[in-house]
């Protein structure tokens, strides 16, 4: 019924840290499902801004589909050329604009304008498409009116969990240092395409990264790996960790290369410019990781409707509900929570709320789990701020 919540609490019997082995995994900016996410959400977001402009309120649509189909090129020491360019293509539903019975130039626009401000190749490597069409007049219904709570546009769920472990924290601080200004200051020849996978078993941490060299801060193969063992040791000395850290990038080179086919050498700093493809969906979660060892939603969070459509709405609230409760209840030292919808129902009144914690004592007591369920329904309650932040875009969402 209306403003029921089921809630389920129960107690884990282990901390996420105290597992042997853990894995965990950071696609940066530049990797190509990260420039999909990334395209797929700046058109969710342009889309609304028309929307606002035009009816006074976000309408229906979902951009959540995205390819990057990858290049050609040849790299060489000092400089190379791309031969054959990248291919984005968007697609998706979108209700239609006044005047307008194409919105390919929104589209277009908004993916142009992304990667114009995220990556420090030349936008026009990419040739980029608009696929996207109008939507099913049956999901239009969920749309919300100035006095109602938006309707669930699909049967799905959203996981969150807090806190991160010593190795999530430990690939997310290695992500920041690798974006950071300093970094590229220090390696210009660092691209814009990073993936970092995570590792621990017991306390011994190993994280493995790919990471594009431009080729044209790169003179020979001997200059390439003395360049590999200086951005080693510039990350190990800055990484904080209680446990060993082994660091190792660009696994695949080959030591006794010769020239650039032995080793990860680019034009642009992109992979997708002739090794990758990327799609929305393949890369990061709400909480900035792929985390095969926890529960894990396989939603793309990027580009769906902030307002309707629980793929996003329910992952953002379910890691901002495990932070809330790790902050706000005592006792607790991780919570995981997965919140689950079912299609054409408030968006505030969700199917279950499955709560699983680990309390300090070991025991889950009646007052923790009040306070609990009283921070559950305050959640639920305050859910469209959730989603007017995600259509002002101040939520990070890969």
Same mark, same amino acid.
């Given at each position: 019924?209306?403003?029921?919540? *089921?809630? !389920?609490?129960a @107690?884990?019997?282990?901390r996420h840290? $105290? =597992?042997?082995?853990e894995i965990c995994?950071h696609k940066g900016?530049g990797h190509p499902d990260s420039?999909c996410d990334?395209?797929? $959400?700046a058109?969710? #977001?342009?889309l ?12 229906h649509h979902n951009?959540?589909?995205? =390819?990057?189909i990858? &290049? ?5 020491f000092?400089? &190379?050329e791309?031969?054959?360019k990248?291919?984005?293509i968007v697609?998706g539903?979108a209700?239609p =604009?006044?005047?307008m019975a194409d919105l390919?130039p ?5 993916a142009r $304008?992304y990667?114009?401000a995220?990556l420090r190749?030349?936008?026009?490597l990419?040739?980029i498409e608009s ?6 007049p049956n999901l239009r219904?969920v +749309? @919300?009116?100035?006095?109602t !709570? @938006?309707?669930? *546009? %699909?049967?799905?769920f959203?996981?969150g969990?807090?806190?991160y472990?010593? =190795?999530?924290?430990t690939?997310? *601080? /290695?992500?920041l ?5 300093l970094?590229r200051?220090?390696?210009?020849m660092?691209g %814009?395409?990073f993936?970092?996978?995570?590792v621990?078993f017991?306390?011994h941490?190993?994280l493995? +990264?790919a990471?594009?060299?431009?080729d044209q801060? /790169?003179e020979s ?6 360049i590999?063992d200086?951005?080693?040791?510039w990350?190990? %000395?800055?990484?904080d960790?209680?446990h060993?850290?082994v660091?190792r990038?660009?696994?695949l080179?080959?030591i006794a ?5 032995g080793?990860?050498l680019t034009?642009s700093g992109l ?7 990327g #799609?929305v969906?393949r890369? *990061?979660?709400v ?5 095969p060892?926890? @529960?894990?939603?396989l939603e793309a969070a990027? &580009?769906?409707n902030p307002?309707s ?6 992952n953002v +609230? ?10 706000? !209840?005592?006792?607790?030292d991780?919570?995981e /929570?997965q919140?689950?919808?079912?299609i054409?129902?408030?968006i505030?009144?969700p199917?279950l709320v499955d709560i699983?914690i680990v309390p300090?004592?070991m025991?889950?007591?009646?007052t ?7 921070? !559950?329904r305050? #959640? ?7 989603? #007017?932040?995600?259509v002002?875009?101040?939520i990070r969402?890969?």
């Amino acid at each position: 019924m209306k403003g029921h919540l *089921n809630i !389920v609490i129960a @107690p884990l019997q282990i901390r996420h840290g $105290e =597992l042997r082995s853990e894995i965990c995994e950071h696609k940066g900016t530049g990797h190509p499902d990260s420039i999909c996410d990334g395209v797929a $959400e700046a058109v969710s #977001q342009a889309l609304c801004s028309a929307y606002f402009h035009a009816y006074g309120a976000v309408q229906h649509h979902n951009v959540d589909k995205a =390819l990057l189909i990858g &290049g050609d090129s040849l790299p060489k020491f000092g400089g &190379g050329e791309i031969r054959t360019k990248m291919r984005l293509i968007v697609a998706g539903r979108a209700d239609p =604009l006044p005047g307008m019975a194409d919105l390919s130039p929104i589209v277009c626009t908004a993916a142009r $304008e992304y990667l114009s401000a995220r990556l420090r190749c030349s936008v026009d490597l990419f040739i980029i498409e608009s696929a996207v069409r109008s939507g099913s007049p049956n999901l239009r219904r969920v +749309m @919300p009116t100035a006095t109602t !709570v @938006p309707l669930a *546009n %699909d049967t799905s769920f959203g996981v969150g969990f807090a806190p991160y472990s010593q =190795l999530e924290r430990t690939v997310l *601080n /290695v992500a920041l240092l690798l974006e950071s200004e300093l970094f590229r200051a220090t390696f210009p020849m660092a691209g %814009d395409d990073f993936k970092i996978m995570g590792v621990r078993f017991d306390q011994h941490i190993t994280l493995t +990264m790919a990471l594009a060299v431009k080729d044209q801060h /790169v003179e020979s193969c001997q200059h390439y790996f003395s360049i590999k063992d200086a951005m080693v040791e510039w990350l190990h %000395d800055r990484t904080d960790t209680d446990h060993p850290v082994v660091l190792r990038i660009n696994a695949l080179d080959d030591i006794a290369s010769l020239d650039e086919a032995g080793i990860y050498l680019t034009v642009s700093g992109l992979s997708a410019e002739h090794g990758d493809d990327g #799609q929305v969906g393949r890369g *990061n979660r709400v909480s900035r990781l792929i985390t095969p060892s926890r @529960p894990m939603s396989l939603e793309a969070a990027a &580009g769906k409707n902030p307002v309707s459509h629980v793929g996003k709405i329910y992952n953002v +609230m379910a890691l901002r509900l495990a932070n809330d409760l790790m902050s706000q !209840v005592p006792g607790i030292d991780e919570a995981e /929570v997965q919140i689950v919808s079912c299609i054409g129902q408030p968006i505030d009144s969700p199917q279950l709320v499955d709560i699983k914690i680990v309390p300090k004592d070991m025991m889950l007591n009646e007052t923790s789990a009040q306070q609990i369920r009283e921070i !559950v329904r305050k #959640q639920f309650s305050q859910v469209r701020e959730v989603t #007017q932040r995600l259509v002002l875009g101040n939520i990070r969402l890969f």
